[in-house]
């Protein structure tokens, strides 16, 4: 598999299906491993990191989930395909800088990935559509039991996976769910909803993780705490909170569609009315209006346009991906026309 | 007085500033205030927190001499280290550190103790699994040694450890 070939091809997380899949985006979960014996990865030196990388992957080709996998070593990669790789959540936007010595291998159908000498050895992560974080755990279970077998994990019975920070330390897990809540977002109820979820140890980010702000109604919400309790309970208390979540969106969505539809419906249409039309627009500009044309999509509002097409869209439309289309450098100016022809080609087809 | 940075609101936070040893006094009103203590809070990483975290419950002055000076045999790294980057050097760290890091996990995490999945089980199907569990049986007898302070037992158990490894490499 080629970078290129990933163009042409949906993420199986944005494939817009699964339970809840009207609020919930995708589900997401990753697991931090150190090999033992060898310094974590800032501590290491360039030997050691080759050496990393060789063992991780040859270890890697013999585990069945991960046979169709690539490996790309970000060293040989230019910035746009990096940068495609984070737009796409394959890796994170750390990952792609200061690339020596580093990889990420992408399975196929883009399921699976794991970064290779990030903060940790390993960080093998797993997306899917819709709120599934058990079948989620249970395929990268699988992997990592897999991996367990041929590598040797730093890890101590009493205090689990051993990881370069001691946030992620124990079950070195971090379940996230990305959810969409643009009803709590327009009735200014969302405060409200992140206090409560920061006072019960969980974090909220935005839609490329750490450090990054939330926009056009997208938050991502993980646990925190990855000691003392199980994987299954650690999964357990974060299913509690976004069920709770997904009923407090579910009401505002209610409550807004009885009080005030005919605003809301003049709302979502004029957002697709300018996505169909516009010339120039920027990539913040066209997530709030897709969040908007996704919202009418999910409440019947706006028919004939696929989930999915929506979801590609938030994807496609990022500056790497529309280079990549382009096979060119674009400057900002000319990403924000050629952004705009994309999604009018896109949704006028419908 | 009005507001330094808007310069139209009266200013009722005072605000002394000290960057690269320059005194800088600022007075601000309420909302600007604000904005700058969430700026404030955003150039204060993890790291730092992480690092201050570190320091609590460790009183005594000794005791904190003797934290700084502490040094992983195996990757070198000293908890200074630790303090200044949040970050541990290798696995053998939270063996070297365990006296402040399994406090400072407890403040993280709420706990110290692990219950989650554990490498060596998946291994029950490999033909591995029997001199696996003996390291690990003798790896946790040494632990709990270290913890009783039965420094000679536990010294016999370093070695038998270092024996079969040894054996295991060659």
């Not at chain 1, 030196?45 to 080709?61: H, P």
């Not at chain 1, 006072?199 to 991502?220: C, M, V």
């Not at chain 1, 309790?229 to 409550?255: D, F, K, V």
């Not at chain 2, 007898?141 to 010294?155: G, R, T, V, Y």
């Amino acid at each position: 598999m080629q970078i290129n070939d990933l163009l042409n091809h949906t993420s199986e997380w944005l494939k817009g299906t699964g339970p809840n899949s009207d609020i919930v985006i995708s589900s997401r979960i990753r697991l931090a491993r150190n090999l033992n014996k060898i310094p974590f990865p800032h501590w290491a030196d360039k030997g050691q990191l080759d050496e990393v990388v060789n063992t991780v992957s040859a270890a890697v080709a013999k585990v069945s989930l991960l046979k169709k996998s690539t490996l790309f070593e970000l060293a040989k990669l230019d910035s746009i395909d990096k940068q495609f790789l984070v737009e796409r959540h394959l890796m994170s936007i750390e990952h792609a800088q200061k690339t020596e010595h580093k990889a990420v291998l992408v399975s196929e159908e883009e399921i699976i990935s794991v970064m290779i000498n990030e903060e940790d050895h390993l960080r093998i992560q797993l997306m899917q559509s819709g709120f599934n974080l058990f079948e989620a755990w249970n395929i990268i279970n699988a992997v990592d039991d897999d991996l367990a077998k041929l590598l040797d994990y730093a890890f101590l019975p009493d205090f689990g996976y051993l990881t370069a920070c001691p946030t992620n330390t124990g079950t070195g897990m971090r379940g996230s769910v990305m959810l969409h809540l643009p009803a709590l977002v327009m009735s200014r109820q969302i405060e409200r909803v992140l206090a409560a979820i920061a006072k019960l140890s969980f974090t909220t980010r935005g839609l490329y993780g750490e450090g990054t702000q939330a926009s056009g109604n997208f938050f991502q919400i993980s646990n925190q705490v990855s000691l003392g309790h199980s994987e299954n309970e650690i999964i357990e208390n974060i299913n509690g909170l976004i069920r709770q979540i997904i009923e407090q969106e579910t009401q505002a969505r209610e409550i807004m569609l009885s009080k005030s539809k005919e605003v809301l419906e003049d709302r979502i249409n004029r957002s697709l009315g300018i996505l169909k039309s516009a010339r120039i627009i920027t990539s913040q500009e066209t997530i709030e209006l897709l969040s908007m044309i996704r919202l009418g999509s999910d409440l019947g509002m706006i028919r004939g346009i696929d989930r999915r097409i929506i979801n590609e869209l938030f994807i496609t439309t990022q500056p790497a991906h529309l280079q990549k289309l382009e096979n060119k450098k674009l400057s900002s100016q000319d990403r924000d026309l050629k952004r705009a022809e994309l999604i009018r080609n896109k949704l006028n087809l419908i | 007085m009005l507001c330094d940075i808007c310069g139209k609101n009266p200013a009722t936070v005072h605000l002394t500033e000290i960057i690269d040893e320059q005194m800088n006094e600022l007075h601000l009103c309420e909302d600007c205030a604000r904005n700058k203590s969430a700026a404030m809070e955003q150039q204060f990483g993890l790291s730092d927190l992480l690092a201050g975290m570190a320091d609590f419950g460790k009183p005594s002055a000794a005791e904190k001499e003797e934290a700084v000076n502490a040094k992983c045999p195996a990757c070198g790294l000293t908890y200074a280290d630790f303090k200044k980057v949040g970050r541990l050097g290798c696995g053998e760290c939270y063996n070297a550190f365990r006296g402040y890091l399994a406090p400072l996990l407890k403040r993280i995490h709420g706990s110290n103790q692990h219950i989650g999945k554990n490498p060596s089980k998946v291994k029950t199907s490999s033909r591995m699994y029997k001199k696996k569990t003996n390291l690990e049986d003798l790896r946790n007898q040494l632990q709990q040694a270290i913890q009783k302070e039965a420094f000679e037992e536990a010294a016999r158990l370093r070695d038998m450890i270092k024996e079969i490894e040894r054996k295991k490499e060659s």
